[in-house]
């Protein structure tokens, strides 16, 4: 029996640990990969020039700091079910049964994919299994890859592989079908990079975005002159009227099917054309990964710009259930730093409402911390995720919970 | 295209198939699963649960749309309940 078990050992998992640990109590952390980081072991990119966050040595800063602390690390342990009993919770793992007074899940987030003919064959791989493959593993996931989706989590990703010095053929629509909806529309999809024009190295969208904003005419204008080659965002092609329609190879990926799309997003008959790449990369963006929430009683709630179901809970952390805590990526897609800021307010929480620590003011330095790591973020993944989170911490009284 | 688009890589099930049960037997996210496999395969739903939630809400009349979680949530082996048995 250990006082906060906490379930996942990314930038949020680790930070509310270090907070937990250093007010004296006992916290295990389980992960399922074989390194403590979570998502934080495949990142790297330049928030301003020649300033460069890099994920690796952040987790190993985390990691230390835990370990120091006395937290207990159980790495490659999957848990396939957590139940509360009268005092405590049990959490069943590969390697057994732990019991605790205090859960914390701090799961993170899963990637969404785009189906499409040919998507299972070898070769085709999500986004974040590219990064991966590259930045944790050092292997290369290919000689020439293709990019299916246009986001925020796939420009990041495919300025890393482009580090590697890993050949794209560019970034491409999913073909338009009924789940690919939005991601597929030229239009739905300039209107969306538009939002990520504070993207330091895209002058032309930052440009683009102050002044078509919301302007429906000027949109479309932008989609007609589009060019045909597309347009470069760290030397790989963006193309906003480019879809790919099928994945082709007989055991693995040969090539893709690509089509010129009109304005409006109908396929220009007769364009098509074969394009070898021997690795496709799909993005659909990330959600929430909420199936431990959703053996407990705890309600889910869908937020948009949240980036789907989130478990309801109040800005510190806690839940409705009793000595239940969620932090990190579980609660809203945001930057790795919003999480981090965020496990600092769980472990600081759980103390506090769990272990009836005083509650000084370190929990509302923690609060303000977030709010403002959320403000001065480099990497949005949705406009209006302020607003998601104003709608779930200031009206939560009010909202239909799904 | 929706015949060739798989929507549950394990069963093999595609939009097609998902599309034309909800609609024609109205009927919920799990009924779509038990007469199609999709989502009953090894990895147990964790790529396609929200793809057949989200077909089944669009094509079905029925209340309850979504799929639930139970436990095991992750692919766990055998001699595992052996042991919480034995406890």
Redesign the interface.
Known sequence: MVDLLIIGAGPAGLAASIEAASRNLSVTIID?FTTPGGRLLGQLHEEEKDVWWNGVEEAHTLHEKAQENGVELLLET????IQQEDVYWST?T?A??YHSKALLIATGA?E??L???G??LPGVMSIGAAQVMTNVRHVKPGEKGIIIGLNALSFAISRELRLCNIDLEGFFLP?D???TTDQAKPLSVLNNLMTLSHLAPMNWMRLGGKIANNNRWIQKQTLSFYPKRGINIWQTPVHVRKAV??INGSTQVESVTVVDLRADGTMIEGSEENLEVDFVCISGGL?PLT??I??TDLKLIAIESLG?YVPVHFEDMRTEVTDLYVAGNITGIESAKVARAQGVVAGISACIHSFNLRNDDALEIAMEKVRKERAEAKLQFHPEIEKGRTLLYSEKGEVQYG | ??K????C?CEGTT?EEI?TIAAEYQCSAREVKLRTRAGMGYCGG??CR??ID??VS?HSNHQELTL???????P?PFA?FR??ND?
Do not use: N
């Not at chain 1, 999957?78 to 079910?81: F, I, L, R, T």
């Open positions: 399922e999957s848990v396939y079910k069943h590969s057994g049964i899963t969404q994919s189906p499409l003919p998507w299972t073909p079908h009924f789940l329609t099928s959600a199936e431990l959703g053996l789907g | 295209m929706t060739d688009v798989i929507v890589r939009l599309a964790r790529t929200g793809f989200y077909i669009h639930h979680h139970r436990p095991p949530v992750r766990i595992l042991e919480v406890e």
